[in-house]
Each structure stands twice: as C-alpha cells, then as structure tokens.
C-alpha cells in the first residue's frame, strides 16, 4: 500500500507526546476509534501509521504519520482533507510538511509550463524575471490600462492585476481585461519587448472558467489564481482545462490555517498544477524569515515552479533579494514603484535594468 508521509509540529509534554501521535494518525484516516473496525484490511492498509517522533525541545515535537494514497488518489482537496482536515481544528497542532511518492505526485500533474514556459513567454534565457501589480482598488479599466502601458514601456515581463481586482462594477473583468491587453500590445509594438498581462480570476468554478475564455479572446495566455480562496479542487481544475494556460498563484488567505508556508505554497500550490508562486519575501511587512523564505523557493523549484518573492519590495533591495534567490525567480516590485507617480517609466525601466545587469554570486 502506497503512503505519504505528514510532518506535524505538536505543543506537548514528553509523557503524551505518543498518545498525542497516535490519536493524529486515526484522526487523519479513519476518524474513529479502531477497535470498532473489524475488517483487518483496513487496519493494516488505511489507519494512519506513526512513522517518527523527534523532540526538537521546548515542548515541541515533529510527528510524522503514514496515510494511505488510496485514501486521496488525485483529488487536491482531498489531499488537504486527509493532510490536515480535522487536525487543524487542533490549535497546537501544525502542518509542516508532506514527503509524496513519486508515482503519486505524478498523478497531480504539477506545473504545465513552469519556469521555462515563463521564460519563454518572457523571452529571457538567464536572468530573473520581473514583475508589478495594478492598484489600488476602486480605479477604473481605463486608468488601470494607463498604468499597464507605462510598465510595460519600461520594460517589465509581466503585469499582474492586484490580487484584490475582480469584477467590481469600478473596474468590471471583461472591461478592464480588454483594455489592459491591448495597452500591453501597444507597448510591445513600441518598444519591441512583449509584457505579458496576466489578469486575476475570482468567483465561482463557471465565472472563471469565462474570465479565462474572455481572456483567451484577447490574446492573454497567463492568469492568476488564489488557490486557497478558489479551493485547490477548482484551481486544479482550471489548470487541467485550460493547457494552454500559465497560471500564477497568490497566497492570499495562506495564513488562516497552520500549514507551514514552505509547504502550502511551495510545495502544495505547485503540485496541483501553479507554474509559478507569490509569496512575502523576507524583511518586508509579512515577517517571513530567510529560513522560510529560502526553502519555499527551494520547494518550488524543485517542482520547476517559479518562485515570486514580493510584498515590501524596492528598488533598493533588488541586488540582496538576486543575490539571495538567484536568477530562477521573478521579482516583484508593486507599491514601491507605483510611488514614482508621473516617472512610473523611469522606475521601472530602472528596476528591469538593475535585474538585467545582476551578476549573481
């Protein structure tokens, strides 16, 4: 019977810690008490087994349970069901890590494009990639667009909508993708570098799967998803519909329940399918630390998805933040830039040089 195994972080004493583990281990599989099960196939192959129990002091423990694969197969919201359902309803008690077979992750299907399909679009072999947001909120599509056209004159690889951009009646989705798609076109044949627009999806399954439809109309081929928000069920199901597609993946609502950011984002978000994963880098207004930060992006990679570090990012940073990440990354430099005002531009086109002449170390 094929298992992954989960990696729990648990507030306990040393005399409860096994009990603690055990009721862990029933809890994620079967969820009741295992001596009114009289099938021997089920307790030998879907009972949750304890597989290690490391102290790693001050009252804390990293638990690892097996759980059988046949109790998820390849449905994503399954798999965070049988990772941490209603163990998350345990507040000393933390998700922290999944180690997945590898004919079980294939059957996920993970990033369509990836790094390289996202260096393509870009049209960059060796450098990190660069992008910003739209905002703020309550704008109409017309100045949105404006705000698209002057990034993408100074050089950026993509543009995304701010995550918090749906289908306000301000900034309706139909009218603001089309705009800010043809602003994107009008810069290119300025400028002779092609900026990608990539608008942000919301709603339910069947609203978005139009917004990709519109979208596709209008010659975009890459959008963003919050797969918390959406549900991984719905997010891997868009990214299976849509191959053509290169989907970004916001972290939004990622911190409402306790599973470690280096998993949720950079681990979970690529295996249903993310090509690449925004996440707060370290020292700006989110306090990840450069432990977590290092191994989210390291996660990502491994999954061939493009870490975006973001969320306090400046021009001033962009040496540390390359030479920290290296050049399989995209950053992302939103408010920062958008305080230039009229030399919006001239901000960006520095920042897309500075990332051009990095030399990492």
């Known amino acids: ?20 583990a ?22 030998d192959e879907i009972v949750g087994r304890v597989e290690g129990i490391e102290d790693r002091g001050g009252g804390q423990f990293a638990v690892r349970i097996g759980l059988a694969a046949a109790t998820i197969e390849a449905d994503a919201g399954q798999l965070l069901n049988m990772l941490f359902g209603n163990t998350s309803l345990h507040e000393d008690v933390t998700l922290i ?25 870009a049209g960059a072999a060796d450098r990190a990639l660069t992008c910003s947001a739209v905002k703020p909120q309550g704008i109409a599509p017309g100045r949105l667009a404006g705000l698209v056209e002057r990034f993408a004159r100074g050089g950026l690889d993509f543009v995304k909508d701010d995550h918090g951009l749906a289908d306000q009646a301000y900034s309706p989705f139909a009218e603001r993708v089309a705009a800010c798609a043809a602003a994107a076109r009008r810069a290119a044949a300025a400028t002779g570098h092609s ?41 891997q199901a868009l990214i299976r519909d849509n191959p053509d597609f290169a989907f970004l993946a916001h972290p939004t609502m990622g911190g ?12 979970l978000f690529p295996l249903i399918g993310a090509d690449a994963v925004i996440f707060p880098t370290y ?18 990679r491994t999954a061939s998805a493009l870490p975006i570090p973001a969320g306090g990012m400046t021009l001033a940073r962009i040496g540390e933040q390359l030479d920290f990440y290296g050049p399989e990354t995209m950053l992302l430099i939103g408010g920062s830039l958008l305080t230039a005002r009229e030399r919006l531009t001239e901000e960006t086109a520095a920042f897309t040089r500075a990332v051009a002449a990095h030399c990492y170390g």
């Open 1 to 20: 019977m094929t298992r992954l195994v989960a990696t729990y972080r648990v507030r306990s004493d040393a005399g409860a810690i096994e009990a603690r």
């Open 22 to 43: 055990r009721a862990i281990a029933v809890e994620q599989s079967v969820e009741m008490p295992l001596d009114a099960i009289d099938d021997p196939a089920i307790l």
């Open 97 to 121: 890590d999944v180690e997945l077979p590898a004919e079980f992750a294939t059957g996920f299907g993970g990033p369509r494009h990836g790094i390289g399909g996202l260096r393509a679009r």
């Open 195 to 235: 900026t990608r627009y990539v608008p942000s999806l919301s709603g339910d399954l069947e609203r978005m799967r139009r917004q990709i439809a519109l979208s596709r109309s209008e010659g975009v081929d890459i959008v963003m998803i919050a797969p918390v928000l959406a549900g991984f069920a719905t997010a």
């Open 256 to 267: 409402a329940a306790r599973v470690a950011p280096e998993l949720l984002i950079g681990k």
């Open 283 to 300: 020292g700006g207004r989110f306090g990840y630390s450069r432990a977590t930060c290092r191994a989210l992006a390291g996660n990502a």
